[in-house]
């Protein structure tokens, strides 16, 4: 392990040569505050503000007590922090808890007949299924008997799951964690040889997949991809024992492809032998891993972040009370997917352990219209939302309109993900949340498990284009880039870090405990020896700013950030500023190599359906960059394209476009969601 001296400035994954100026200027504009809604205080289950003095950083680790306390544990633990082996820390050593039984098998008590999971299928002429705690408990039993009994799964095994948004995923996951068996859940958007590379990674025993599943319309060959990746993951050595496939309608099988015989299982057969069947829930130690999520890193091999069970589960059990004000009476839905980390911490195990309701929808958000949200907010009275801000702007985009007509009432609406600008922020307040609405815009990563940056909904005023402060119990710090801290409230960019250890955060990169270390906690340790965690603060690899009102703005990823003549410009600046124009929909900001200045910025956006493309158009944008940030912010070049090249998460691949622009091979583009718009655009540039 690499924890000598010299490591301290190993270049880490996420630096890259712009990540050197210590001056940084940002020009988003301060923006008005919002006030929290009456009627949403007077329910809140947090509005007592000597929260902050709880979880000052003179009581930690104690004040995470409370966050334990909200589970039930086997055995209570003894320790609740071990330090002893810097960056790995311990949470609730000796405590013996099982995940499973948390967010299922406690509630029957109270909430036997009341739904745990609405699974909503995206033809909207099929029934949505109300899966209640009672069913959900059935199900799960009988599916975890089955990966015993017939799979011969124990406790430490890992299996891949490659699952579309259905009720059976939260289900595998929960039968997962049952038997102790540590689940790997991979975005079902991926591609089969994606999903090979995380079966070699993590030498799953089992692939879990279902046959085919609606997308914008289609049913979709799931199957196929399983064929590839088991396929991959064998040539590699990684030879998956069986193939699992859930039927997307029980008793049909709904794939063009073939099964082969003594490898592939379609589960809703198998089942049937297990009908009845009765799981005791393993009793695992507070440390033991409970899933592995791979990060959708763009560059490097994928990373498996490892998350431990009694500390993640307190964690997003403790933020999705009190962040998302989660009572058991609401309807939640967070329109993420399961297959990311946001799924996983509030779709399926924050809202499972406060007994919630909680929504699993197939599809996408504008299918067969940009009224279907609403539409199902309206059924199923949907009173808490949560999406990112690409979705808002999609749903923006194609139906501005649409929330004002239909009848659902949220109390509650949080966006992540993404920095998300002004402009945007007040669309969702304003149309979708009906001015009656509270908003969090939450910032965390994949690495830490639960929520980092927020307001606390009841206590904080809301800032459009900030995520606010940091919840109780984190503590964050902005280092420049000679690792000197800047001072609180400074308003000047750097890299945010956290100081202080929390239980949500993963327990390393599996199989990579190096890479953990150098990525995330070498760059700014105080000293490799210490033994002191106050020595090792939690590098993000984010750029941000703490305004003097102690409220955060993420600039991004630190590679994300444009130097231009030694100004640093947080790209999203530029992009808010370019979608203040009315025509304009999307904004991605590339850097430019350029001899004089280092680096320009140069703006790609797409306009409204319908608005012709036109030099006026690109002049309008250019000149509303230069008037809303100054003349250094002034793109090199405007160009409007057809559509944005993206992930399968609908995330914008600025990396694709920063190398059309800078004459260099974009690579491999084919696990795009829209991959035939590279060639288009790069004869626009050219
Ligand atoms: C970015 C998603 C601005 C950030 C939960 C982070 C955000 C990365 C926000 C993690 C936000 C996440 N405002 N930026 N509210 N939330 N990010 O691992 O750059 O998919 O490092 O986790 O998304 O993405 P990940």
Redesign the pocket.
Known sequence: MSRNKSSRHAITEQQTADVSEAQIAVHWPEEDYFLPPPSFVAQANLADPGVFERFSLDRFPECFKEFADLLDWYRYWETMFDASNPPFWRWFVGGRINACHNCVDRHLTRYRNKTAIHFVPEPEDERVQHVTYQELFIRVNEFAALLRDFCGLKTGDRVTLHMPMVAELPISMLACARLGVIHSQVFSGFSGAACADRILDSESRLLITMDAYYRSGKLLDHKEKADTAYAEAAAKGQRAEKILIWQRYPGRYSSPTKLVEGRDVIVNDTLKEFHGKRVEPVQMPAEAPLFLMY??GTTGRPKGCQHATGGYLAYVAWTSKYIQDIHPEDVYWCMADIG???GHSYIVYGPLALAASTVVYEGVPVYPDAGRPWRIAEDLGVNIFHTSPTAIRALRRSGPDEPAKYNYRFKHMT??????EPEVWKWYHQSVGKGEAVIV???????TGGFLCSTVPALHKMKPGS?GPAIPGIHPVIYDDNGQELARGSGKAGNICIRNPWPGAFQTIWKAPERYVNTYYSRYCKNPESKDWRDWPYM???GALEAADGYFR?L??IDDVVNVAGHRLGTKEIESAALLVPDVVEAAVVPVADEIKGKVPELYVSLKPGVESTPEIARQVSDTVVSRIGAIAKPHRVVIVPDMPKTRSGKIMRRVLAAISNGQDPGDVSTLANPEVVDRITQLVR
């Open positions: 990060s959708s990311w980390i946001t966006t992540v993900g993404e920095p998300i815009d939450t910032w965390w990563q994949t690495e995520t993000a690899g984010d993420i991004g990823r």
